[in-house]
């Protein structure tokens, strides 16, 4: 079994920045993915940004070039800095995680989520 906790989200006026965090515990492989899924209010849960133990990261389109996802495998920590918010980023996001054989993701544990708003 797998924890995750998350903290960080809010309010944040368009063009702001924000930095989610997720802790991990309990059974962490030593080769495993983290990231961050997002859902909006009426629509399906969309992936956000991921990073392998490895250090490889994957992002959406939607959001290259404005969020970084980054890691700390010594304390099984994955942090997702958000800069130039757009009222569309507004979602509940989620930490996942995920262990990693032969490259492909075994099990889905995720957190509570966190509410990220961008409003003026």
């Known amino acids: 079994q797998v924890q995750l906790v998350e903290s960080g989200g809010g309010l944040v006026q368009p063009g702001g920045s924000l930095r989610l965090s997720c802790a991990a515990s309990?059974?962490?492989?030593?080769?495993?993915?983290m990231g961050w899924y997002r859902q909006a209010p009426g629509k399906q849960r969309e992936l956000v940004a991921t990073?392998?133990?490895?250090?490889?990261?994957n992002y959406a389109d939607s959001v290259k070039g404005r969020f970084t996802v980054s890691r700390d495998n010594a304390n099984n920590t994955v942090g997702l800095q958000m800069n130039s918010l757009k009222p569309e980023d507004t979602a509940v996001y989620y930490c996942?995680?995920?262990?990693?054989?032969?490259?492909?993701?075994?099990?889905?544990?995720w957190g509570q989520g966190t509410q990220v708003t961008v409003s003026s």
């Open positions: 990073i392998t133990s490895g250090g490889t990261a």
């Open positions: 309990g059974s962490i492989a030593s080769s495993n993915v």
């Open positions: 996942n995680y995920g262990r990693l054989y032969r490259n492909l993701k075994v099990g889905n544990y």
